[in-house]
């Protein structure tokens, strides 16, 4: 079992946040697990609990290519002696893709499916349950995946004006709402949107009766939308980890922060505020081809 104490929760020096007074600290959910990282083991931990209460013949879920949910799904079932499936949208890649290698390797099952069948989730979800499978949404968006997420609250040791996470499907954000509410605490909750659009992720607390005051979702830092980058991330990214030695990820953590240094920089905290950051793992991400290409043209 993954213990949450390496989930240390620690400040970060930077000389512009000392300046405005700001104390930004970050709490390392990617020290969990090396690939079951995250706020993806925090959304299995509850999904594996109502998968051993019945009798299934093993777990099936969904995702894409480069997906940090079938990863960890691949590897928590392997540990955990669990016959799995992963039904991965679109067709087989043709080029190197070491996410569903290692997927593979621990004994995960790809079934490929189009684009159309994949967008038909609720079907192949039907079929799987009647075939006597536990099935776990995209990304691990239930209300278990919340019931995970909302435990990172109650592990904090300081207090803080604000909390924030990046945000994919919102089932993290959603947790950390919840966990404040519980507890009652006075801070704001913060989700930077990765991909366009964002803004369904303002409802998602609602669908799962979570009240969202104190909620705000910032849909303009996706950099061109999902797994998408720029030249001014990528360098964000290499600056911040030359500085702390933390390691973001290019599509989820490293936004993330970038997000909150922008928003420090447009005086949008006050002096004397503490922040948190949820560093949600998924270091994998820089696993491809299209993240390689995409630094070299960063020109770094
Ligand atoms: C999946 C993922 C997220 C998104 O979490 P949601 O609960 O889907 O909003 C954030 N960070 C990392 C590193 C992830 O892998």
Redesign the pocket.
Known sequence: MISTNVSIEHKINWPDLASRGIELYIKR??LLHTFI????WR?LKYNYAAYREGTYKGIVTFGGAY???II?TACFCAENGIPCIGILRGEEPERANYILMLAELWGMQLKFVSRTQYRGKDELTEKYLKEGYYVIPE???NKF?IKG?AEIIGELKNEYDHIF???????????ILKGVEDRKLDVKCH?IA?LKQGDF?KE?PLRYGIPDDGLTIHTNFHEGGYAKTSKDLTMFIQRFTQKTGILL?P???GK?FNAIFKLVEDNYFESGERILA??????T?WLSEEMYNSYRKAGL
């Not at 996470?165 to 947790?175: D, E, L, P």
């Not at 949820?278 to 270091?283: E, N, Q, T």
């Open positions: 959910d990617d990282s995250g706020n993806k959304k997906s940090n949910h960890a990304g691990g968006e995946g997420c996470c990046a945000s994919g499907t919102g089932c993290t954000i959603s947790g989700g990765v992720l998602v990820d599509v989820y953590t993330l949820i560093h949600s793992g998924g270091l991400g």
